[in-house]
């Protein structure tokens, strides 16, 4: 993603934890139970995560899709974004005490791709840093790694590139230390393109990669195409492409996370919205937490 994406995406996160924290404050969660419900792919509960942004939107936790929420900003003022930050980790973790019983990092500031070998493994060790601090700060939240541990990929899959896939395989292992220290792998399945097949063969691929970890693989899906697609930004997916890629999450992880909606105010009767409640009910998805 360019440099845009990346502020907006924090800046994203940062209003979202401020916004939604202040709405729950006075109705802390409760703490969860074992999950004995909706059992998904690998006999794990089925779970639906709400981490969309849409202005008006209800409460969707009455639904039994609870809140997952990011954390604002890991730094400190003036400290340089190129170094882990305790004291900053632990600030933002503790703003999500009460608010929410899961979370995730969106750490976009330290890539591991397109980036040189030392770089790529000084970042898997800061990542695995920020998670250890995190475990620390807070051991009862659950967390993990937007499209970190596993890094997604798309074309390698698609066009079955060996030495591209190699490559990506072996990130994906060296990125276990990461993985170990977290409770849920969180890969990106955004639509870039109008093809089905191909985003079904890249999605396929990821969520297989992700199971390396043992770790419940909960996938992002966005109802609408990417923005770096010129042609397509802004668009919805096709109401027949949108239902594959929920039938997708359902056959190969252990549910999904939707995202979405800056400033976009909530339409109850859009027809992604619908296509996900029927999901659900086909699920019986069940927050266990309520």
Partial sequence: MDMTIKSRRALLATALTAVVGSALAAQPPKPEPPRNL????????????????????????SLGMPRLLSTGSLWRPKVPHSQVDPEGIADAVHALEGHTNDYYFDLEEWPLSNVAPEVVSANIDKLAQVAVIARRVQPRLKFGFYD????????????????????????????????????????????????????????????QNARQYGKPVYPFLWPQYHDSNAALKGTYVPPEFWRRQLETCRDHADGFVLWGGYKQRWDENAVWWQEVRQMATEMRIQDASL
């Fill in 38 to 61: 909706n059992v998904g792919p690998g006999n794990r509960a089925y779970r639906i995560f709400n981490s969309m942004i849409y202005a008006a939107m209800p409460n969707l936790q």
């Fill in 148 to 207: 970190m541990a596993p890094r997604g990929t798309y074309w390698p899959l698609v066009l079955n590139k060996t030495g591209d896939l190699q490559q990506w395989h072996e990130l994906n292992q060296r990125s276990s230390v990461i993985a170990a220290q977290v409770d849920y792998a969180f890969p990106s399945l955004y639509t870039f393109y109008d093809n089905l097949p191909e985003w079904e063969a890249a999605a396929r691929g990821v969520l």
